[in-house]
C-alpha cells in the first residue's frame, strides 16, 4: 500500500482560469484526500477550437490564480511543448518522472469525463492514474447516457471511498460532491467582450491581468 498522498493532476484550457475551476481543484483536495494539486494547462487542446488567448497568458493567469495556495503547483509542460496536448502523453511523461508508485489523480468535471471515450488512447488512462470525477454545477454522472464501452469502465472501477486511491497508483474512479458553481470561462469572456463586470467570477490578480493586456 502507498503511503504517500495522492498527486491531483488538474488539466484545461483556463481560457480564462476562474472561480469554479478553483473550487473544484480545492474541494477534490479535501475530498479525495489529494497532498498537492498539479495545475497543467493545456498548450494547444486537440478537441477544441484553439483557445483565443495564447498559452503563455492562460498559463500566466493560473500561476497568478494558485500562488496564494501552497497546496496548488503549476506544470508548465503542455504549454511549453507547442504541440497539441495529449492527456495520455502528459501522464506517461509524469509516470518517467514521479516513478510507479504514487497515486495520481485526474481530476475531471462531469462534463469533461461523458467524453473521456473520444481522448486519444483514453482506455490507457486508467493504467497511469485514478480519475476524482467532480459532479458539476448540478450535472451528474448518468450512465445510461455514456457511451457504453466508458459506461462499463465506470461500473468496474467506482469506488466509493477516497481511501482506494491510495491502495493502488491508478485504475479506480471515486466520486465527489462539488458546490454548484454555475460559471464557465465561455460566459467571463462574453462579459468582457461587452465590457460587463466579472468581479468575484475569477480573483482579482487574474482579471487585473486581463485587463493590463487588454485580453478578450
Ligand atoms: P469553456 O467555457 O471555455 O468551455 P470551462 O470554464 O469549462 O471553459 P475548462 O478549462 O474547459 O473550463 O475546464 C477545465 C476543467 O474544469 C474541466 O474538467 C471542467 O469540467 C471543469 N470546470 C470548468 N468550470 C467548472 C465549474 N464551474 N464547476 C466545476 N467544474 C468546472
Same mark, same amino acid.
Not at 504517500?4 to 478553483?22: E, Q
Not at 493567469?61 to 509542460?77: H, I, S, Y
Not at 502523453?89 to 473520444?118: C, M, Q, S, W, Y
Not at 454548484?180 to 460566459?187: E, F, I, K, N, Y
Given at each position: 500500500?502507498?503511503?504517500?498522498?495522492?498527486?491531483?493532476?488538474?488539466?484545461?484550457?483556463?481560457?480564462?482560469?476562474?472561480?469554479?475551476?478553483?473550487?473544484?481543484?480545492?474541494?477534490?483536495?479535501?475530498?479525495?484526500? +489529494?497532498?498537492?494539486?498539479?495545475?497543467?494547462?493545456?498548450?494547444?487542446?486537440?478537441?477544441?477550437?484553439?483557445?483565443?488567448?495564447?498559452?503563455?497568458?492562460?498559463?500566466?493567469?493560473?500561476?497568478? $490564480?494558485?500562488?496564494?495556495?501552497?497546496?496548488?503547483?503549476?506544470?508548465?509542460?503542455?504549454?511549453?511543448?507547442?504541440?497539441?496536448? @495529449?492527456?495520455?502523453?502528459?501522464?506517461?511523461?509524469?509516470?518517467?518522472?514521479?516513478?510507479?508508485?504514487?497515486?495520481?489523480?485526474?481530476? +475531471?468535471?462531469?462534463?469533461?469525463?461523458?467524453?473521456?471515450?473520444?481522448?486519444?488512447?483514453?482506455?490507457? +488512462?486508467?493504467?497511469? $492514474?485514478?480519475?476524482?470525477?467532480?459532479?458539476? $454545477?448540478?450535472?451528474?454522472?448518468?450512465?445510461?447516457?455514456?457511451?457504453?464501452?466508458?459506461?462499463?469502465?465506470?461500473? !468496474?472501477?467506482?469506488?466509493?471511498?477516497?481511501?482506494?486511491?491510495?491502495?493502488?497508483?491508478?485504475?479506480?474512479?471515486?466520486?465527489?460532491?462539488?458546490?454548484?458553481?454555475?460559471?464557465?470561462?465561455?460566459?467571463?469572456?462574453?462579459?468582457? !467582450?461587452?465590457?460587463?463586470?466579472?468581479? @468575484?467570477?475569477?480573483?482579482? !490578480?487574474?482579471?487585473?491581468?486581463?485587463?493590463?493586456?487588454?485580453? @478578450?
Amino acid at each position: 500500500m502507498s503511503e504517500r498522498a495522492p498527486l491531483g493532476l488538474f488539466g484545461g484550457t483556463f481560457d480564462p482560469v476562474h472561480i469554479g475551476h478553483l473550487r473544484l481543484a480545492e474541494e477534490a483536495r479535501e475530498s479525495l484526500r +489529494l497532498g498537492r494539486v498539479r495545475w497543467i494547462p493545456a498548450g494547444q487542446p486537440w478537441h477544441r477550437a484553439a483557445p483565443q488567448t495564447s498559452p503563455a497568458h492562460r498559463l500566466e493567469m493560473v500561476r497568478r $490564480a494558485v500562488a496564494p495556495n501552497p497546496c496548488f503547483e503549476v506544470d508548465a509542460r503542455e504549454v511549453a511543448s507547442g504541440r497539441p496536448s @495529449y492527456t495520455v502523453n502528459t501522464l506517461l511523461a509524469l509516470r518517467a518522472e514521479l516513478g510507479g508508485d504514487l497515486p495520481l489523480v485526474l481530476i +475531471l468535471g462531469a462534463d469533461a469525463f461523458g467524453k473521456l471515450h473520444t481522448w486519444h488512447r483514453w482506455q490507457e +488512462l486508467f493504467g497511469l $492514474a485514478h480519475i476524482g470525477l467532480a459532479t458539476r $454545477a448540478g450535472q451528474s454522472v448518468d450512465a445510461g447516457t455514456l457511451d457504453a464501452a466508458l459506461a462499463c469502465e465506470l461500473a !468496474a472501477r467506482q469506488r466509493d471511498e477516497a481511501q482506494a486511491l491510495r491502495e493502488a497508483p491508478a485504475g479506480v474512479i471515486v466520486r465527489f460532491d462539488m458546490t454548484p458553481l454555475a460559471v464557465s470561462a465561455t460566459d467571463i469572456r462574453a462579459r468582457l !467582450a461587452r465590457g460587463a463586470s466579472c468581479r @468575484y467570477l475569477a480573483p482579482a !490578480a487574474v482579471l487585473d491581468y486581463i485587463s493590463h493586456h487588454r485580453l @478578450y
